[in-house]
C-alpha cells in the first residue's frame, strides 16, 4: 500500500505530471487552465486557485480559476493580488482577518498566497492566487514548490499587451 504523499512529495508529482501534461503547449489559456485545474484537485485544503492577467496598465483581470466566483478586475492598489503585483514579489497571509487590504472572494477564505509570474524578459504578466479556508495554510515551502510550477509559464506565448 503506498503511503500518503507529503504536500511537498505531491507538489513534486504535481510538477511532474505538468511537465507532460504542457509538453510543447504555449498558448497561455491552455498552460494556466491546466495548472490551475491539477494544482486545484490535488490539494483539498485549496478553495479557490486561479490567475489574475495583467490586461492593461496596474489593472489584473481573472484568468482560469477553479473554484467559486472570483472578483473580475483587480487594480493594483487593492487587494492581496494588487500588492503581488505592485511588488512583484510573493504574498503569503496568514490570516486574512488581519490583512485589511484582502479582498474576500468567499467568506470563508482564512488564508492566501499569491505569487507573481513573469515572461521570459522578466515582465509580469500575472498572478497566481490561492485560497484556503484553513488559518496559516501556506508557507515558505508553499511559496518554493509553487514559484518552481510557474517556472512553466516563463517561455509560453503571452498575448502581445500594448501597456
Ligand atoms: N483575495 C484576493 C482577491 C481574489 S479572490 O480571493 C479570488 C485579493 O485580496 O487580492
Known sequence: MA???SRSELYVTINKRLEHLLIDEKDEIAVMATVVCELYHAFPQFTWVGFYRVVA???LK???YQGGHGCLAIPFE???CGKCARDGA??????VRNAPHHIACSAS???EIVLPIKDADGE???VLDIDSDEPGAFGEPDREALEAIC???RNIRWVNLKL
Do not use: Y
Open 57 to 59: 496598465p496596474r489593472l
Open 62 to 64: 481573472v484568468g482560469p
Open 3 to 5: 503511503h500518503p504523499q
Open 78 to 80: 487593492r487587494g492581496v
Open 151 to 153: 517556472l512553466r509559464l
Open 124 to 126: 509580469l504578466r500575472a
Open 109 to 111: 477564505t482564512r488564508s
Open 90 to 95: 510573493p504574498q503569503i497571509v496568514a490570516d
